[in-house]
C-alpha cells in the first residue's frame, strides 16, 4: 500500500497572518524605493512648507519696524518660490519684488534675512548651482528646532553629495540626523548616510548606521528594511 503524506491545511488565522506579511513587505519594499528614487523632491518640498511655517510665525510674532519691513519685502519673493519661480524670487523682478538676496543685503542681521538665506540656498541647489547653495546652507544660522534646521542641514549634506564629496555629504546628514532626533526624518537621514558609506565601500561605518536605525528608531518602517542590509553587511 502507498504512503500517503498528510497535507496541512492552513487555517483562516494563519493565511490571513501570510497575507498581512505579504501585504507588509510589498508596501515597505515601496517605501523604500520612493525614499530612494525621491529623496530630493521630498527634502525640498519638506524645507519649502518648514521655511513658510517659520515665515509665518515671525509675521505674527511682529518683531521690531525691521524686522516687519523685511517681512513686507520678502513676501513677493516667497510667493514666486511657491511657483518654483527660483531666478525671479532670488534675485527679483522689480521694485515690487526685490528678491531674497537683497533682503538678505539690506535687512542683514534680522531674522527674515536669516531666513531669507534658507530660502535662497533653496533656490540655488533647484537650479544646480550648488556652490552657491553651499554658501547659503552654511551661513544660515539653524536653531534648535527639529524640524527646520535639520532640513536644512539634509540640504547641506545632498548638495555635497552632488559635488561629488560624498563622505561629506554622509557626515551632514548624519549631523542632520542628530539635530532632528526623532523618528519621522532622522532615520531616512542615516539611512541616507549609510548607503553613501556603502557607495565608498565604508562598510563598518554603513552598518554602524543602519543598525542605529534598527534599535534606536524601531518604531519606523526603515528600522525593518535595514534588516537586509545588516545582514549582508554582517556576513
Given at each position: ?209 543602519y543598525n542605529e536605525v534598527k534599535t534606536k528608531y524601531f518604531r519606523s ?15
Amino acid at each position: 500500500m502507498a504512503n500517503t503524506k498528510k497535507i496541512k491545511v492552513k487555517t483562516k488565522t494563519e493565511q490571513k497572518q501570510e497575507q498581512e506579511a505579504i501585504s507588509l513587505d510589498v508596501q515597505l519594499s515601496k517605501s523604500e524605493a520612493f525614499i530612494e528614487k525621491n529623496f530630493k523632491p521630498i527634502l525640498y518640498c519638506l524645507a519649502a512648507i518648514v521655511i513658510v511655517v517659520a515665515g509665518w510665525f515671525i509675521w505674527k510674532n511682529h518683531m521690531k519696524n525691521v524686522e516687519k519691513e523685511a517681512q513686507v519685502a520678502i513676501h513677493t519673493s516667497q510667493k514666486l518660490f511657491g511657483q518654483q519661480q527660483w531666478d525671479n524670487a532670488l534675485k527679483g523682478d522689480g521694485a515690487n519684488n526685490i528678491g531674497f538676496l537683497r533682503v538678505i543685503d539690506e535687512y542683514s542681521g534680522t531674522k527674515t534675512a536669516n531666513l531669507a538665506k534658507l530660502y535662497a540656498a533653496i533656490c540655488y541647489a533647484n537650479t544646480e548651482k550648488y556652490d552657491e547653495a553651499i554658501k547659503y546652507f552654511e551661513d544660515f544660522s539653524p536653531k534648535d528646532d527639529q524640524i527646520i534646521s535639520p532640513a536644512a542641514v539634509a540640504a547641506l549634506g545632498n548638495c555635497y553629495v552632488e559635488k561629488g564629496e560624498t563622505a561629506k555629504g554622509a557626515e551632514t546628514l548624519i549631523k542632520a540626523a542628530k539635530k532632528a532626533n526623532n523618528d519621522a526624518v532622522s532615520p531616512v537621514f542615516l539611512v541616507q548616510a549609510a548607503n553613501l558609506y556603502k557607495s565608498l565601500n565604508q562598510n563598518d561605518k554603513a552598518l554602524e548606521l543602519y543598525n542605529e536605525v534598527k534599535t534606536k528608531y524601531f518604531r519606523s518602517p526603515l528600522s525593518t528594511q535595514v534588516e537586509k542590509y545588516i545582514e549582508e553587511l554582517s556576513k
